[in-house]
């Protein structure tokens, strides 16, 4: 094995200037795959953060059916007291669950006394809220200076709807909504801040305390209409939403029915989209990465048993079985594909730092001088070289089956 591996470094170094490019395009291409995935990864990672630390939670756990009829977010689906009891003690026993915010959502009317509008209020307790979706007070773009985020009696307006209605903090305006007995109330409250909206211009939620909520709609109980839960570590979110599934499905009403629903982020939230996107390049850099290292490797190796043909005829007639002559080629493909993969990782870890200690930043809504954190997953780096090696190996395998096939003869007197 060792003079095997020996001849072949050999045989490729007889031909240094294609070795050389050979080695650098598949670098290239290794070097390519390994930055794109880190960056990508970490815009993926980073817009993700926005948007559940914003808004969503990583998860929420409403009653069943509410999320099939969220557009006209119905009260008579929300969940009981003690139904919601069940599902936070559940969550306090749970180590991998950093906060929840229980939440009650509602449509209202909006009136700022000479014009009238519709608005999505979500009512929360703020300190809940703000450890739940932590860049939600990042998203004030007007506020009284020394005012808490959210205080009773005032509300949080989105910033188109100030606009459109030309109200600004510190004015009086009027909600007004059905509650479940179908009677209409309503209140008049202080604009608290106006609010930039996390998922474009068109945004209309709003926010207010949950107990102003509770007292606009006569909710008497602590009833809500979803719970929404940030987990410390993101990579455990799965284990946590399936705990939860697996302990509230046995949950059922006096019909039999399950009585909760739970939805992470990417059930919650267009963006998924945008995620499965980025997902879906990847691939497709992957898939480019292979064919860079097929076509370059069986290039190579074809001309090199192009090349030597008298040569495999000469050690064909001296007694070297067809299995070793192939197993040669084999390993020239292998060392190709491990100098590449070599060079290329060495490459990327050096780039990636490189980009961490310039430090790219961009903006995203109000939140400006985003540090984009490239990072290399340690599986990714190995499963991305194992791939090119192994498709190093069978781009050379088909160039040695034939060469293993020749016979001394015919080779012998080939020109």
Same mark, same amino acid.
């Given at each position: 094995?060792?003079?095997?591996?020996?001849?072949?470094?050999?045989?490729? +170094?007889?031909?240094?200037?294609?070795?050389?490019?050979?080695?650098?395009?598949?670098?290239?291409?290794?070097? #390519?795959?390994?930055?794109?995935?880190?960056? #990508?990864?970490?815009?993926?990672?980073?817009?993700?953060?926005?948007?559940?630390?914003? +808004?969503?939670?990583?998860?929420?756990?409403?009653?069943?059916?509410?999320?099939?009829?969220?557009?006209?977010?119905?009260? *008579?689906?929300?969940?009981?007291?003690?139904?919601?009891?069940?599902?936070?003690?559940?969550?306090?026993?749970?180590?991998?669950?950093?906060?929840?915010?229980?939440? $009650?959502?509602?449509?209202?009317?909006?009136?700022?006394?000479?014009?009238?509008?519709?608005?999505?209020?979500?009512?929360?307790?703020?300190?809940?809220?703000?450890?739940?979706?932590?860049?939600?007070?990042?998203?004030?773009?007007?506020?009284?200076?020394?005012?808490?985020?959210?205080?009773?009696?005032?509300?949080?307006?989105?910033?188109?709807?100030?606009?459109?209605?030309?109200?600004?903090? %510190?004015?009086?305006? @009027?909600?007004?909504?059905?509650?479940?007995?179908?009677?209409?109330?309503?209140?008049?409250?202080?604009?608290?801040?106006?609010?930039?909206?996390?998922?474009?211009?068109?945004?209309? !939620?709003?926010?207010?305390?949950?107990? !102003?909520?509770?007292?606009?709609?006569?909710?008497?109980?602590?009833?809500?209409?979803?719970?929404? $839960?940030?987990?410390? !570590?993101?990579?455990?979110?799965?284990?946590?939403k399936q705990r939860l599934q697996s302990v509230l499905a046995d949950q059922v009403n006096p019909k039999g029915k399950p009585i909760f629903?739970?939805?992470?982020?990417?059930?919650?939230?267009?963006?998924?989209?945008?995620?499965?996107?980025?997902? +879906?390049?990847? =691939?497709?850099? *992957?898939?480019?990465?292979?064919?860079?290292?097929?076509?370059?490797?069986?290039?190579?190796?074809?001309?090199?048993?192009?090349?030597?043909?008298?040569?495999?005829?000469?050690?064909? @007639?001296? %007694?070297?079985?067809?299995?070793?002559?192939?197993?040669?080629?084999?390993?020239?493909?292998?060392?190709? /594909?491990?100098? %590449?993969?070599?060079?290329?990782?060495?490459?990327?870890?050096? #780039?990636?730092?490189?980009?961490?200690?310039?430090?790219?930043?961009?903006?995203?809504?109000?939140?400006? /001088?985003?540090?984009?954190?490239?990072?290399?997953?340690?599986? *990714? =780096?190995?499963?991305?070289?194992?791939?090119?090696?192994?498709?190093?190996?069978?781009?050379?395998?088909?160039? #040695?089956?034939?060469?293993?096939?020749?016979?001394?003869?015919?080779?012998?007197?080939?020109?």
């Amino acid at each position: 094995m060792g003079n095997l591996l020996k001849i072949a470094f050999r045989n490729l +170094m007889r031909y240094k200037r294609r070795t050389i490019m050979t080695a650098i395009l598949i670098t290239i291409g290794i070097s #390519a795959v390994i930055l794109f995935s880190s960056i #990508a990864g970490s815009f993926k990672n980073m817009m993700i953060g926005q948007v559940t630390d914003s +808004m969503l939670g990583h998860i929420q756990v409403h009653n069943k059916g509410y999320m099939a009829s969220i557009d006209n977010l119905p009260l *008579n689906r929300i969940l009981k007291a003690g139904q919601a009891k069940t599902v936070t003690q559940l969550l306090d026993s749970d180590p991998a669950v950093e906060a929840y915010s229980l939440r $009650v959502k509602f449509g209202s009317g909006f009136s700022n006394f000479a014009e009238t509008t519709n608005i999505r209020m979500n009512s929360v307790d703020p300190d809940a809220e703000s450890r739940t979706c932590p860049l939600l007070p990042g998203r004030l773009i007007d506020a009284k200076p020394g005012s808490k985020f959210m205080e009773k009696g005032k509300i949080l307006v989105p910033q188109l709807l100030a606009q459109g209605m030309k109200v600004k903090v %510190g004015d009086s305006v @009027a909600l007004f909504a059905t509650n479940r007995d179908g009677s209409v109330n309503g209140n008049s409250f202080e604009v608290g801040g106006i609010l930039e909206s996390v998922t474009g211009p068109g945004g209309r !939620d709003g926010y207010m305390h949950i107990d !102003d909520a509770r007292a606009l709609l006569r909710i008497e109980s602590p009833e809500v209409s979803e719970i929404a $839960v940030r987990v410390r !570590d993101f990579g455990d979110l799965d284990a946590v939403k399936q705990r939860l599934q697996s302990v509230l499905a046995d949950q059922v009403n006096p019909k039999g029915k399950p009585i909760f629903e739970i939805h992470d982020w990417e059930k919650l939230s267009p963006f998924s989209n945008i995620a499965g996107m980025i997902d +879906m390049l990847m =691939l497709f850099v *992957n898939i480019m990465l292979v064919a860079i290292v097929l076509v370059s490797v069986l290039n190579v190796m074809i001309m090199a048993v192009y090349e030597r043909v008298r040569e495999i005829g000469t050690i064909s @007639a001296m %007694g070297v079985k067809p299995r070793k002559i192939m197993f040669l080629f084999v390993i020239e493909g292998f060392l190709l /594909g491990l100098i %590449g993969t070599l060079i290329g990782g060495a490459i990327s870890v050096v #780039a990636v730092s490189v980009m961490n200690f310039v430090k790219i930043t961009f903006d995203f809504g109000r939140q400006k /001088g985003l540090v984009l954190e490239p990072s290399i997953d340690l599986r *990714n =780096l190995v499963l991305t070289g194992l791939l090119v090696i192994v498709i190093s190996i069978l781009a050379s395998l088909q160039p #040695a089956w034939k060469a293993s096939k020749m016979e001394p003869v015919d080779a012998l007197r080939h020109v």
